[in-house]
């Protein structure tokens, strides 16, 4: 199973743009890289996904390496409400059965 | 409206007991799911219908029994609970899990302990 990793944490202050890291060196060539993320006491909320080329939406940025192994998910400007366990999940084809990792706790200091 | 809830929010019963978690979905969609998050806060999927029918199930103990009355509940059913079974359940759906990219909305969750 293709998985990926994430760091643990990261620090971010209001009101400016934060890059989450993702590794995912064995993906397959169907693979769609999705982010999700999941506030205190809350279940998991889409935030956007993409296969290879570089997404926006109105909540996030998807950056996608030319080779695919790696993606950045990019909030522009982050708030207090931001804060939360980002995850990058790897879908795959036919099932799209998503193996969540450990993710990124990202914090947000006012 | 809440898009995908579940009942109840919380749950503590016995060791040995059998309980239900109901989950209910108004967007129309054709696949649910049930996911686990453990005490170390991992995510894994259990179970996924779609239309009614198991297209996933994830080497779940057999205590462990969802039933789709309809396309628009998932309901998950626990014999004999553990201690192991104490955990935080995800109900979930999206449009068609066969369509690429399909994302898919999560409920509230149910926080179970069993002592």
């Known amino acids: 199973d293709a998985k990926t990793t994430q760091p643990n944490s990261m620090e971010s202050n209001e009101e400016e743009p934060v890059h989450l890291p993702c590794n995912h060196s064995?993906?397959?060539?169907?693979?769609?890289i999705h982010w999700y993320r999941q506030l205190p006491s809350q279940g998991p909320e889409y935030v956007i996904h993409g296969l290879t080329s570089n997404v926006n939406n109105r909540m996030a940025s998807l950056a996608i390496a030319e080779d695919r192994k790696s993606s950045t998910l990019i909030l522009h400007r982050a708030t207090l409400r931001d804060a939360a366990v980002y995850y990058c999940?790897?879908?795959?084809?036919?099932?799209?059965?998503?193996?969540f990792g450990t993710g990124t706790r990202l914090k947000v200091l006012a | 409206d809440t898009a995908v809830s579940q009942t109840p929010k919380y749950l503590v019963t016995q060791m040995g007991n059998d309980k239900s978690i109901k989950c209910e979905q108004n967007l129309g969609h054709d696949t649910m799911y049930w996911y686990k998050q453990d005490s170390k806060k991992f995510l894994k999927i259990m179970f996924s219908?779609?239309?009614?029918?198991?297209?996933i199930n994830e080497t779940v103990p057999n205590r462990f029994s969802p039933k789709s009355p309809d396309k628009a509940h998932l309901n998950l059913h626990i014999n004999s609970l553990e201690l192991g079974d104490s955990a935080v359940y995800f109900c979930a759906s999206s449009h068609d899990f066969q369509r690429e990219g399909d994302e898919q909305f999560f409920g509230p969750g149910t926080r179970l302990t069993v002592l």
């Open positions: 219908y779609n239309n009614k029918e198991l297209i």
């Open positions: 064995t993906i397959s060539g169907t693979d769609y």
């Open positions: 999940i790897l879908g795959y084809s036919g099932t799209y059965k998503y193996i």
